[in-house]
């Protein structure tokens, strides 16, 4: 038994039946550190990390010897990475075995916070793609929006339902990701807060909630489309158990292959990480695929027409201003791609949506305030106006200070480090006025 840690006894049984000759390993290995791990963002290129171990799943997964202050890192508050737990980072080897990636596709993933998986769908999947991400509570969804704000994609609408509010939507989606709520077992090393909270009750309270969520996403699903279901659990009654209510839901499941990652393990129906054999955390996850009998949904017909174009004022702020619409709600300026026009059209009036393709920015009387989410966003001129920042000075920019600057711009630019975009600045004689969020500053000292 560990030293550091009482685990509960149930869970202890509960192990020594799953792991019956691995059990000791299993214990020493959760009173043990746990890997650092991040995945780079594709549209923000940098060096960092670049000598950092590769992951074998993920082509932008990487461990770290050592785990820094995130957050006194600018390329992280530039979206420039994510840090995400490795196991969970096999999202991508699943996608690549469904044969997704080169596909159009409507994507939902049903409880998205804080953001990591989306993150990783939106990296995956192609241009004329888009994700729906979304989360019931208000706190986790803020977390939701700021992480999605900074990888910079346009192609997502950030949405804050319950999974029953999808009723509306039969048949409409081709792939969702279902990462379900769970005891949370596999958060132990990294949380040991998941300890004092599990119990067998909980187990089987996450074990109901979880078979009411997926019938909800089973109905909004496609014929022929897809469930990507995973936890961070050990518990087969939240595992496999699940994927048996799924298959009476009218799923059948589509066997992973681990054949190139022997130290994952095969369950009955998907695939389970150990963090005693893999340099990762708890994680389970499967695949399946809902009956090809059926229809899907049927677009009402949409004007053309009647698509409102990029004022050309915002169109100036774009790279390729030509792919987006216009939205207007209230004073905001929401720029939306194209190929998403008809299904936000159905989407807004089924669901609240929080966010919707790229925030523009707000109108104030005559003034346009440019929001921090073009600042961020991928499709932002890379010739605007921009001031860049010393690792010093963009600590002081993020906490929402005014460091001493010299410069003979004025007006609107972009504070940078290392070439990444940070937000937005005023330029005025002599000094600047900092729009960093307020509520995104570092308060850490």
Not at 129 to 156: D, H, M, P, Y
Not at 208 to 222: E, P, S, T
Not at 277 to 294: N, P, R, S, T
Request: aromatic share 12%; proline share 6%.
């Amino acid at each position: 038994m560990s030293d550091n840690v009482i685990y509960p006894e149930a869970f202890i049984k509960r192990i020594k039946v799953l792991l019956p000759q691995d059990f000791n390993a299993f214990i020493k290995t959760l009173d043990g550190p746990s890997p650092t791990s991040v995945r780079l963002n594709p549209s923000k290129k940098t060096n960092r990390f670049a000598e950092e171990e590769k992951m074998s799943w993920c082509a932008e997964g990487r461990y770290l010897q050592e785990r820094p202050t995130f957050t006194f890192d600018p390329l992280f508050h530039a979206g420039a990475y994510y840090v995400q737990e490795a196991s969970s980072m096999f999202l991508e080897e699943v996608w690549k075995q469904l044969n997704l990636p080169h596909q159009p596709l409507k994507i939902l993933d049903l409880c998205a916070a804080p953001g990591g998986k989306s993150t990783h769908l939106l990296s995956l999947m192609n241009e004329q793609s888009f994700l729906v991400t979304n989360e019931i509570i208000s706190n986790r969804n803020k977390i939701l929006q700021q992480n999605i704000i900074k990888w910079g994609n346009a192609n997502c609408l950030i949405t804050q339902n319950k999974p029953e509010d999808f009723a509306a939507l039969e048949n409409y989606f081709d792939v969702i990701l279902v990462d379900a709520p769970c005891s949370g077992e596999g958060l132990f090393r990294k949380d040991k807060n998941a300890v004092a909270e599990w119990s067998e009750k909980n187990v089987e309270i996450c074990s109901i909630r979880q078979k009411d969520i997926v019938k909800h996403a089973a109905a909004c699903l496609k014929p022929g489309g897809f469930i990507i279901y995973s936890t961070c659990t050990y518990e087969p009654v939240e595992n496999d158990k699940s994927i048996d209510f799924m298959q009476e839901l009218g799923l059948h499941v589509i066997a992973l292959n681990n054949s190139k990652f022997p130290e994952i393990t095969k369950t009955k129906y998907g695939l389970q990480f150990y963090p005693h054999i893999v340099k990762g955390e708890g994680f389970y996850i499967a695949a399946l695929q809902k009956k090809k009998d059926g229809a899907a949904y049927i677009h009402p017909p949409v004007n053309n027409k009647k698509i409102p174009a990029l004022s050309a004022a915002f169109q100036t702020y774009l790279q390729l201003p030509e792919g987006f619409t216009e939205l207007k709600k209230n004073d905001f300026i929401f720029a939306l791609p194209h190929f998403m026009w008809a299904d936000f059209a159905i989407l807004e009036k089924r669901l609240y949506i929080r966010n919707a393709g790229l925030l523009m920015g707000h109108l104030k009387g005559q003034d346009f305030l440019p929001a921090h989410d073009l600042a961020l966003s991928n499709h932002i001129r890379k010739d605007l106006p921009a001031f860049e920042l010393t690792e010093e000075e963009a600590i002081t920019y993020l906490r929402c200070e005014t460091p001493k600057i010299k410069t003979d711009l004025l007006g609107w630019a972009l504070a940078t480090h290392k070439g990444l975009n940070l937000g937005w600045i005023k330029l005025i004689p002599g000094r600047f006025n900092n729009y960093f969020p307020k509520d995104w500053r570092i308060l850490k000292r």
